[in-house]
């Protein structure tokens, strides 16, 4: 089974070294490593332990799903108990990964997330994954309607979130650097309204580095974002102030499944607006865990980009 393709736009780069979208987590990896042995009564232990934390069970499941075998293994769970929602939520999430490589299987990917959702209502995973084949295959009005289904689940869903500003940063490309473009005032909204210690507070910081990914392939933005002055507005600064600020306060506290892609946007904007002390502090606490967005932006290698960054950051500080 190929892999699916990266949810944040699409490199034409092939990275040399792949990037693990587990994060640094443990018993992600370990439970990964048992599915693609067929062992899948790890995962089933792993979602038992992640309860309702969506979020974590969002990256958890995505990042199974990626994994080789992982919608034939998910069967054979789904045969051995018929009537767990775990079993079915991994195979709709690995149907979808399987659909983003080939069209072909959107309409197996479809039925499976449902099925799915209708064995855990309150669960917003299979929205999740079909928000994830949307924002790749489908129209405004299905992203739209997919973010909302997620977010009556989970207000402050993350990935979500990431995947409506990729979506948005999108329209437009021909109004350039446009400080009131609409993707800034739906970060900016979310991140208002989320709550205090919620990495939603980096949205606003997501956002420039994916409108900046849309204007540099529309050639409006130099290919090197350290080169770009997208960092260095009035605003821009104000929303990186803020982002920092609020990594400070939480730091101690911050211990989520995907805490480190906020910190890979925040390290990487910190970087390319001219400031390698408080973007070393940053890559101190990212340590190797290196994501594909935004170091990957407009059409990098992600791991040469994210070392050469931090090798620069750490020496300047």
């Known amino acids: 089974m190929p892999p699916p393709p990266p949810p944040f736009g699409r490199a034409r780069k092939r990275a040399t070294h792949p990037l693990d979208p587990a994060l640094g987590d443990a018993d992600l990896i370990a439970a990964r490593a048992a599915l693609t042995q067929g062992r899948w009564t790890a995962v089933r232990e792993l979602l038992a332990h992640t309860g309702t934390d969506w979020d974590l069970r969002g990256h958890r499941l995505t990042v199974l799903a990626a994994a080789q075998g992982a919608a034939a293994w998910g069967e054979e769970w789904r045969i051995a108990e018929p009537d767990s929602a775990d079993a079915a939520a991994l195979i709709g999430c690995a149907t979808v990964a399987r659909a983003l490589g080939d069209r072909r299987y959107c309409p197996e990917a479809t039925d499976a997330c449902h099925r799915a959702a ?177 170091w990957a932006y407009p059409d990098r290698d992600p791991y040469d980009a994210f070392h050469a960054a931090r090798s620069a950051a750490l020496g300047a500080a």
């Open 118 to 294: 209708a064995l855990a209502p309150e669960d917003p995973t299979p929205w999740l994954a079909l928000l994830l084949l949307a924002r790749r295959r489908g129209t405004e009005d299905e992203v739209v309607r997919l973010f909302d289904a997620v977010r009556v689940r989970h207000q402050d869903h993350h990935m979500a979130h990431h995947l409506m500003v990729a979506r948005l940063a999108e329209r437009h490309p021909e109004l350039g650097r446009d400080p009131l473009h609409e993707v800034y005032d739906f970060a900016a909204w979310s991140a208002e309204h989320a709550s205090p210690d919620s990495p939603l507070a980096v949205l606003p910081v997501v956002a420039h580095a994916e409108r900046y990914r849309v204007l540099a392939a529309a050639g409006s933005e130099p290919p090197d974002p350290a080169a770009s002055g997208h960092w260095r507005s009035r605003r821009a600064r104000q929303v990186l102030r803020t982002a920092f600020d609020w990594w400070l306060e939480w730091e101690e506290r911050l211990d989520r499944g995907r805490i480190r892609t906020d910190l890979n946007y925040l390290a990487h904007a910190k970087f390319c607006e001219g400031r390698p002390a408080e973007a070393a502090a940053l890559f101190h606490r990212i340590g190797p865990h290196a994501t594909r967005a935004p």
